[in-house]
């Protein structure tokens, strides 16, 4: 089989060959293949390249094509730093006034930004070179309410999420928010990815209590699920951290794919998305991957191998691993997987 084809069997609750592999790997792509993230997050051309170059070196099975975290938010207007060896990072709010940030949400924006061109026309042409060979997932930044944290800034938000006389306008923002990101989504399927995926990491248990997240995020998640599955889009849903008080909240939407951290309990997580969602990840992008030896990573890649016993599981890094990641680290994730005996 082909990498296209594990993961295209495993989304399909399928048995593929043996469990495929994908990783969070856009800061190791740059830097083996050469460039800054200057160089990166400008030229869709080396986007594509890079992670092309990094999935054949060590044979991975799919593309998670990303620029950084900033991408929406930069379109509709949040000031963003581009440093040129590292990625990009937010540096303020877009407004201290909610009804400003509410009115600049806007849908129309997304094609209007370089940056989201950018990416748009990676995930193209990685599909042109590589498509039937390698599985290309087009993430889409941030959901609704990472974007709504974004755009009012972290603190504000979450102390106007407990302030009764704020919540029309924070339902207000988070509607508008999620309209943008719909349609980001549109975008990349239109781009020609496999899948898309997207990023709410602050509305998981690490953040905010699950009564919030209920509120505030649960809702959202669900639309975007019934309005990808209207057009046909399958996503995996990325939120960082301990995911195993709201587990099976997120198990009930049936997101085509789910990829959670090393903090979650991954017995139980298999055993909760077992015919509901793929699991993507978990691997620890830190304490596995960047600070690790290659025997610590064959290990808790074999642990969780043996966990799934090759069902349900496309494995990786939980999240963004490391510009310095060693290749011998890599290495010996990627040939655990390989020599991982079908169950």
Excluded: W
């Amino acid at each position: 089989m082909t990498g296209y084809e594990r993961i295209q069997a495993v989304l399909n609750h399928q048995a593929p060959d043996r469990t495929p592999s994908m990783l969070h790997c856009f800061m190791p792509a740059a830097k083996e293949f050469g460039i800054t993230m200057e160089e990166y997050r400008n030229d869709p051309e080396k986007i594509a390249d890079s992670h092309i170059a990094m999935a054949r070196k060590y044979g991975l099975d799919g593309l998670l094509l990303d620029i950084d975290t900033c991408v929406e938010a930069a379109a509709i207007g949040v000031p963003v730093d581009y440093p040129k060896d590292i990625v990009a990072r937010i540096t303020g709010p877009l407004s201290d006034d909610i009804d400003v940030i509410i009115e600049e949400m806007s849908p129309d924006k997304l094609l209007k930004s370089d940056r989201i061109k950018v990416m748009l026309e990676a995930v193209n042409i990685a599909k042109k070179k590589a498509g039937g060979e390698l599985f290309v997932r087009g993430n889409c930044d941030q959901m609704a309410f990472s974007l709504a944290m974004m755009a009012y800034g972290m603190s504000d938000f979450l102390v106007a999420l407990l302030d009764e006389e704020m919540e029309d306008k924070i339902f207000q923002l988070l509607d508008r928010a999620y309209a943008v990101h719909l349609e980001y989504h549109k975008l990349m399927n239109e781009a020609g990815a496999d899948c898309t995926s997207f990023g709410d990491s602050p509305c998981g248990p690490d953040m905010i209590s699950r009564a919030c997240y209920l509120k505030y995020a649960n809702p959202y998640h669900q639309r975007l699920k019934k309005d990808l599955d209207a057009l046909g889009i399958r996503t995996i849903c990325h939120i960082c951290g301990n995911l195993d008080k709201i587990i099976d909240d997120i198990a009930a939407i049936g997101f085509a794919g789910v990829e959670a951290d090393y903090k979650t309990n991954i017995a139980n997580a298999a055993r909760v998305f077992a015919g509901k969602s793929v699991f993507f990840g978990p691997l620890d992008p830190s304490g596995v991957f960047y600070l690790g030896t290659p025997e610590k990573v064959r290990s808790e890649t074999a642990k969780v191998l043996d966990i799934f016993r090759g069902r349900n599981l496309v494995i990786g890094a939980g999240c963004a691993m490391s510009s310095d990641t060693s290749e011998e680290n890599i290495r010996a994730f990627a040939q655990t997987v390989q020599n991982d005996k079908p169950r």
